[in-house]
């Protein structure tokens, strides 16, 4: 089966930044959409991201002008660069496989905290 691995998580101060990583295995990471979501404890599963097989994107408008999404191909590697993080981007964030017509793919990462707190 496929795999994911994030990396990247970690505790930032208000305005900062960090970068995650999710590294999937097998071929099919080059054709296949690629998504970050989030979620925070009593919240619902929030969509943040998402990166196509052309690189095109998407992202929810809480994030747009702060994150940026990006995939290697060549490392079957996707990105989720955030800046200027708020409070509010507390959560933990699942990289996933497959996304189509708004619906996840089977493949979901571990998940990696991210704590945005002064």
């Known amino acids: 089966q496929v795999q994911l691995v994030e990396s990247g998580g970690g505790l930032a101060q208000p305005g900062g930044s960090l970068r995650l990583s999710c590294a999937a295995s097998g071929s099919i990471f080059r054709i296949n959409t690629m998504a970050w979501y989030r979620q925070a404890p009593g919240k619902q599963r929030e969509l943040v991201a998402v990166?196509?097989?052309?690189?095109?994107?998407y992202y929810t408008n809480s994030v747009k002008g702060r994150f940026t999404i990006s995939r290697d191909n060549a490392k079957n590697t996707v990105y989720l660069q955030m800046n200027s993080l708020k409070p509010e981007d507390t959560a933990v964030y699942y990289c996933?496989?497959?996304?189509?017509?708004?619906?996840?793919?089977?493949?979901w990462g571990q998940g990696t905290q991210v704590t945005v707190s002064s």
């Open positions: 990166i196509a097989s052309d690189s095109s994107t």
């Open positions: 996933n496989l497959g996304l189509s017509r708004g619906t996840p793919g089977d493949y």
